[in-house]
């Protein structure tokens, strides 16, 4: 028995099974739609102004202040602990919600669920240290789906529950708590892992290829400065330090994984591809997450939950699908994107802008809904286009490095535009006057992106030219 026990959890598909189980439930939040209604609302009687102001701020904070130690401790205590403080940092959050009252309170529900936003890191990473090289590729496709599954099941049962079945926001916050807590539950039910990406590596099998060189092989202009022949090198030679780790201190052994973090970076960013594509993920990341941060205020203004038909879940469980679409329809598409790639951000950031300009101008609460479906459409498109332009260029290791720093980079530029443009110590601005500032922001990452795409298709252009000179004189 205990034999055909310890086959099954080495088996890939029972951490399969159980990361994607804990997933669905973490993602499972019929609630998370209704927010600002159930603030704003009988339950707990806050003003729009309290709950933009004062209280939605604190995710921001908390997120950032909690995101660099949590990605190490993350990887250093190998994943789950890491997912069982997230199940945890849930459950406290929809206690909070559904019994305490007033802003204090309000606000350390928005610290614990930055927490829990810190250690997300945690699920996608997981399952790369559990299954073999092999079907990372199958169960990254898994964990993702059942993801945007179970958000857009979560949207439209809620939106079902309070449109149909008249469902109060309160019943509905106790189904997420049921979800969350379930989450937590098949938390327990995870192998523990005996490796991880920086701190616990293990020695690199030469019989079977590394996953990064069968994805960077499909890059069609050759290795950058941080492509296969810079970081395949390094991720081959980068355990051998960690594998002799065991005969030196902790301390020293720490020390000497910061380090090599610290150069890994500074070898990615010195290609110039991947710090453009880093620059808009940082910069439209900021602005993306702001936007959903607040787009809710902005519908419960434009049309008061208390007077009119709510439709936030339906809205959301559209945008999930059309992200997910637009994020599918990329893997069909044939571009040079080392010629057209900044042109195309370029265009859709300003299609992003565009959309908010029109939530700002217009009080019909349809618009706002539409304008949000084209502005989350864009941005997943270009954020899938990001992600692979990043990733193909680089081994596991090192692209979840960026992934990490890149999403750090922009809390640091959200923050910012927190403090400045919300927090009710800064400008405190009304949420409308709040979304031209966005609409604007958006139109800079546009004009950016523009200029930098005709000067690098006019120096293509003017280097082929040249070659064919250099060939007809010859």
Same mark, same amino acid.
């Given at each position: ?23 669905? %439930? ?45 990605f190490l401790i993350t990887d250093y205590a190998r994943y789950k602990p890491v997912l069982l403080l997230q199940g945890i940092s ?34 996608? $990473? ?12 199958? #169960? ?47 938390? %327990? %039910? ?57 005969? $030196? ?41 702001? #936007? ?22 339906? #809205? ?8 997910? $679409? ?16 900044? !042109? ?37 498109? !270009?954020i899938t286009i990001a992600t692979f332009q990043i990733a193909v260029s680089l081994s596991m290791e090192r692209y979840a490095l960026? %992934? ?12 910012? !535009? ?57």
């Open positions: 028995m205990d034999c055909w026990k310890g086959a099954v959890c080495r088996s890939w598909i029972y951490p399969t099974l159980i990361i994607c189980a804990n997933g669905f %439930f973490s993602a499972m939040k019929p609630s998370e739609s209704f927010l600002t209604p159930y603030l704003t609302g009988p339950d707990k009687n806050l003003t729009i102004e309290e709950v933009t102001n004062q209280i939605f701020p604190v995710w921001t904070y908390s997120y950032l202040a909690l995101l660099f130690p949590v849930f459950i406290i959050t929809w206690l909070l919600l559904l019994f305490a009252h007033g802003v204090l309170a309000m606000q350390m529900v928005e610290f614990f669920y930055g927490m829990a936003t810190a250690t997300e890191v945690a699920y996608y $990473a997981y399952i790369y240290s559990v299954v073999s090289p092999d079907h990372y590729q199958r #169960v990254t496709s898994y964990c993702r789906s059942i993801t945007l599954v179970a958000a857009t099941v979560a949207a439209v049962l809620g939106q079902l529950l309070v449109s149909l079945a008249d469902v109060s926001y309160f019943h509905l916050n106790a189904i997420t708590l049921a979800s969350v807590s379930l989450a937590f539950l098949c938390s %327990f %039910f995870l192998p523990m892992p005996q490796k991880s990406m920086f701190f616990h590596r293990k020695d690199v099998s030469p019989t079977p290829p590394a996953p990064h060189k069968a994805v960077a092989s499909v890059g069609p202009d050759g290795p950058s400065s941080c492509q296969e022949d810079k970081g395949s090198l390094s991720a081959e030679r980068g355990p051998t330090p960690e594998a002799q780790a065991d005969n $030196a201190k902790p301390q020293n052994h720490a020390l000497r994984v910061l380090v090599q973090l610290s150069k890994d970076l500074r070898d990615c960013y010195s290609s110039r591809k991947l710090l453009y594509w880093s620059l808009w993920w940082a910069l439209a990341t900021a602005g993306f997450n702001q #936007v959903l941060n607040y787009i809710q205020v902005l519908w419960d203004f434009r049309a008061p939950s208390h007077s009119s038909a709510v439709y936030n879940g339906a #809205v959301e469980a559209i945008a999930t699908f059309l992200g997910s $679409a637009t994020s599918m329809a990329v893997g069909y598409t044939k571009v040079n994107w080392d010629l057209s790639g900044e !042109l195309v951000l370029g265009i859709f950031s300003a299609m992003d802008a565009g959309s908010l300009f029109l939530m700002y101008f217009t009080d019909n609460i349809w618009a706002c809904y539409a304008g949000y479906l084209a502005f989350k459409a864009c941005y997943m498109l !270009l960026m %992934f990490g720093f890149n999403n750090f980079v922009a809390l640091v530029i959200q923050t910012i !535009l927190t403090v400045v443009v919300v927090d009710s110590k800064g400008l405190g601005l009304d949420i409308s006057t709040q979304f031209l500032i966005y609409g604007s922001y958006f139109a800079s990452i546009a004009g950016i992106f523009l200029i930098r795409s005709v000067y690098t298709i006019i120096s293509i252009k003017r280097r082929n030219n040249s070659v064919v000179d250099e060939g007809t004189d010859r």
